[in-house]
């Protein structure tokens, strides 16, 4: 019960974020990576703040010899930079750009129910299975 609660308190606060910093307006997330046109560069403030936090919030918890409220870390084992990698971070970035969503904004932003948000989310699903199924062990 104790992970289930803090996983709750991590995402809402993870969700407020979000909301304060302006992640969740697309538009404002496009203008951020427009930097020939109207560039608005203050989510580099919020990346930056978010870097200034994380960073040393990464060191000192992986320093304990595991977390508070389960028996180990998760951490990612592998460091190969390799063709997967690439490709599923560049369709990232590509949805990223053209939409100016990425999925947790979208997921907190289909309560909108605007048309965008609800076709992002159903592709984001979409190839969620697609994957699922083209990868199956």
């Given at each position: 019960?104790?992970e289930?609660l803090a996983?709750?308190?991590?995402?809402?606060?993870f969700?407020?974020?979000?909301a304060?910093?302006?992640m969740?307006?697309?538009?404002?997330v496009?203008?951020?990576?427009?930097?020939?046109g109207?560039?608005?560069?203050s989510?580099?403030?919020v990346m930056?703040?978010a870097?200034?936090v994380t960073?040393?919030?990464?060191y000192?918890?992986t320093q304990?010899?595991?977390?508070?409220?389960?028996?180990?870390f998760?951490?990612?084992?592998?460091?190969?930079?390799?063709?997967?990698?690439?490709?599923?971070?560049?369709?990232?970035?590509?949805?990223?750009?053209?939409?100016g969503?990425?999925?947790?904004?979208?997921l907190?932003n289909i309560?909108t129910?605007?048309v965008?948000v609800?076709?992002f989310?159903?592709?984001?699903?979409v190839g969620m299975?697609?994957?699922?199924t083209?990868?199956?062990?």
């Amino acid at each position: 019960m104790k992970e289930l609660l803090a996983a709750l308190v991590a995402g809402l606060l993870f969700g407020v974020g979000l909301a304060v910093s302006g992640m969740l307006i697309p538009d404002k997330v496009l203008n951020f990576l427009d930097i020939a046109g109207h560039w608005d560069p203050s989510l580099a403030l919020v990346m930056g703040g978010a870097l200034a936090v994380t960073v040393p919030g990464y060191y000192l918890v992986t320093q304990r010899p595991r977390p508070l409220l389960v028996s180990s870390f998760s951490l990612p084992t592998s460091t190969a930079i390799d063709g997967k990698l690439l490709a599923g971070a560049s369709l990232f970035g590509l949805g990223w750009g053209l939409s100016g969503l990425c999925p947790a904004p979208a997921l907190v932003n289909i309560t909108t129910g605007f048309v965008d948000v609800l076709a992002f989310v159903a592709a984001m699903l979409v190839g969620m299975l697609l994957h699922k199924t083209l990868h199956r062990a």
